[in-house]
């Protein structure tokens, strides 16, 4: 049994993070007897994350997207908090092991997936265990999605399925065109009716939720640093898509609601659960990435996460008197190819990527005043960019609480399960 406990947010006393020079040579100090890579997991920032998402999301519930964590003792740690309830699995294979109770883990008896499945095996299995079947909703956007699972297992052969319909959450902006992620094509309160009405009236599936994800205002910080002038066009954006979703995911509801009677309404992520809860259309939350607090939420103006999981290379040579190669390093993020996708070098402060080489596969090269007096051993703490891109490179979380490591994590890597 793993020894986190998130019942209890810090006082302003325990929040070291705000401290970095004391608070990153804590961390070297506590994990000095593993050898690198070593992923920390500070505690105490992790219950404030936990806590402060919960403020955020003013008593709406929170769905955990477990493609930010792949950590199963923080999943099980976070849905024991009040407040918090199911998961948004990432593939149908990981929904699955979520939901039985394989592994030593009890079994989440509440779990979405997020997206569309072409899983033949998991849809069969899926479709074949009464348990399962009511613990898992699949995501579906059009009918060729139903076409495909009753020609995997026809309707009278398997148990009645779960599914949810994705609203495409995306803005038409009227310079830029098109401003989020290219999802769902189900865009607009006629097409929700429609695909709930055709799923309503099949055999062997169960309308039960609705999804719509906001990316352009949960996944794009409003206070870039350096390009101020991008950072107040963005946020006019994000002001005028506000306006447009209100209206247009209110509308869809209403209209689905009409032909069925929808369990849950899912929307946002950790940059927008201030606005998706204003929206009484939405019943639910879902978010994940504010666990770990990833560089990427620096740039909101709406909260500051604390930097809860970080992870610490070795330096292995010194090319220069004033640079620094460490092994590894490269564990960059989804999303367009970019500065902002990159792991941050925290600790030491002074450190900066070779232009040409950046953060590698295998080696990555700092220069600055701070490799001066470095060598052979020492340690640089680096901070990722989102969540998920961290637990698929480590197979553990050390978990630190106050001064020490006082637990080990598997990560799903670490228990020999990678899902994508």
Known sequence: ???????????????SWLQPESYWPALTRATAHLDAPVAALHADALRHNAHDMLRRAAGKPIRVASKSVRVRSVLDAVLRLPGYHGVLAYTLPEALWLASAEGGHDAITDVVVGYPTADATGIRRLAASPELASRVTLMVDSVEHLDFIDSLVPPAKRERLRVCIELDCAYTAPALGHVGVWRSPVFTPADARSLATQIVARRGFRLVGLMGYEAQIAGQGDNPAGRPAWGATLRLIQSRSKAELLQRRGAAVAAVREVADLEFVNGGGTGSL?????????????????????????????????????????VVRKPTPDRVTLLGGGWIASGPPAADRLPRVVWPQNLAFAPREMAGEVQTPLRGAAAVDMTVGDRVWLRHTKSGEVSEHANEFHLVDGDAVVDSLPTYRGEGVVFL
Do not use: C, K, N, Q
């Open 1 to 15: 049994m793993t020894t986190l406990d998130l019942s209890t947010a810090p006082d302003a006393a325990g929040r």
């Open 274 to 314: 201030e606005f998706t809860a204003s929206d009484p259309s939405v019943t639910e939350i879902a978010a994940g990435s504010g666990l770990f607090g990833g560089h990427l939420f620096d740039t909101y103006r709406a909260f500051v996460p604390a930097p809860a999981l970080a992870f610490a290379l070795s």
